[in-house]
């Protein structure tokens, strides 16, 4: 993320003295760890749908498209069995009219 080496570190440090001053130094060091503390409790309490959107959104955005389609599937499995079900019960037409009139 930041390549910050040794030699950066201290020209922004002393960058941070000169501009702030070294009373105005220490509050705005504090209130960056404040900051951070903040940053790290709330990342902390996400819900793992959350994290997991932040961490890998290309895998979390196929996992919520393929939840409409298993339903797709799990329906349509569903209907087949339902149809070739239908089929093996069915009852030709006429079947059960010629019935009743030959026990007449």
């Given at each position: ?35 951070r503390e903040q ?15 932040i961490r890998n ?41 010629e019935q009743l009139?030959?026990?007449?």
């Amino acid at each position: 993320m930041l390549d910050l080496s040794p030699d950066k570190i201290i020209v922004f440090l002393v960058i941070a003295y000169v501009v702030l001053g070294p009373g105005r130094l220490g509050e705005a060091a504090r209130g960056l760890g404040r900051a951070r503390e903040q940053l790290r409790k709330f990342t902390s309490e996400l819900p793992p749908e959350t994290e997991k959107l932040i961490r890998n959104p290309r895998g979390a955005l196929l996992d919520v498209l393929g939840e409409p389609r298993r339903a797709m599937e799990d329906a349509a499995g569903v209907v087949k069995e339902v149809v070739t079900g239908a089929g093996k019960d069915a009852v030709a037409p006429g079947t059960e009219q010629e019935q009743l009139e030959e026990a007449r």
